[in-house]
């Protein structure tokens, strides 16, 4: 073990490194709010009661659940182009570049998200009283008006717990971008150390770095979720057993993580 070149990784990482710990995070944040937005439209389909919308919203939640998103970068990015589909080319965004691979992944983690994203929010919009969905009907709301203004507020409590927990897989699983040449992490860390030959280093460098980037995603999942639940606090609690109590809460829902 050498410590030496280990504390100086640690503590002064090359640019490489920081380009990639920020691009993990870019990555994830974009793919999420993607993945979101279109796991509400097929959580919404999925609750049609036309049955060819159902069957369309499921078939795309099976499909891309079942389908490792190793395979999905590999298709996306360099299958399509072999068949001549389709070939991700860089763009440039307000003097960023922003490379083909990257955005194969970011549309693949986006894909994939959705599928999970839709079950999460169907069963958190199934959870609110169905009372509730009748009063709005009552006061003369169209069903996308109760769905905006009254159901899909009051499913957040039950949706951001598992939301949270897949954001935190997702920080992890953009390690398997590697396949298709994305200069996350993971990558960038076999590059150094191939380049070093000091691989057990450099690895518990990346070990850390991927620690840092979920510890505090963790806090600001806590944060939001003591927010959702404050109305349920023991007002004689301090604020630090508050959270304490509400992490306790959050850690019997969430889902085991990759």
């Excluded at 970068?73 to 299958?79: A, E, R, S, W």
């Excluded at 009063?135 to 996308?144: C, E, H, I, Q, Y």
């Excluded at 450099?202 to 404050?230: D, K």
Aim: net charge positive.
């Amino acid at each position: 073990m050498d410590w030496s070149f280990f504390a100086d990784q640690l503590l002064t990482p090359s640019d490489k490194f920081v380009k990639a710990f920020f691009l993990v995070i870019y990555i994830s944040l974009i793919s999420m709010f993607f993945g979101i937005i279109l796991g509400a439209f097929f959580a919404i389909l999925r609750l049609s009661r036309n049955f060819l919308l159902q069957f369309l919203s499921f078939m795309y939640i099976w499909i891309f659940r079942s389908v490792p998103v190793m395979v999905w970068f590999v298709l996306f990015y360099t299958g399509f182009a072999i068949a001549g589909i389709f070939r991700f080319q860089d763009i440039t965004i307000f003097d960023v570049v922003i490379r083909g691979n990257v955005q194969a992944a970011i549309i693949c983690l986006s894909m994939r998200e959705a599928a999970y994203m839709a079950e999460v929010i169907r069963g958190g919009i199934l959870s609110v009283e169905q009372g509730q969905i009748d009063a709005s009907k009552a006061l003369g709301m169209s069903w996308w008006k109760s769905m905006y203004r009254i159901t899909l507020p009051q499913s957040l409590r039950v949706v951001v717990p598992p939301m949270g927990n897949n954001f935190n897989i997702m920080l992890k699983t953009t390690a398997l971008a590697s396949v298709i040449g994305v200069e996350e992490l993971f990558l960038t860390t076999r590059t150094i150390s191939a380049a070093t030959f000091k691989i057990f280093e450099m690895f518990l460098v990346l070990a850390i770095a991927y620690l840092v980037i979920t510890m505090g995603w963790s806090v600001l999942q806590m944060i939001m979720e003591y927010r959702l639940n404050r109305h349920e606090q023991d007002p004689n609690k301090t604020l630090v057993q508050k959270i304490k109590s509400n992490f306790k809460f959050s850690n019997n829902i969430h889902r085991d993580g990759a």
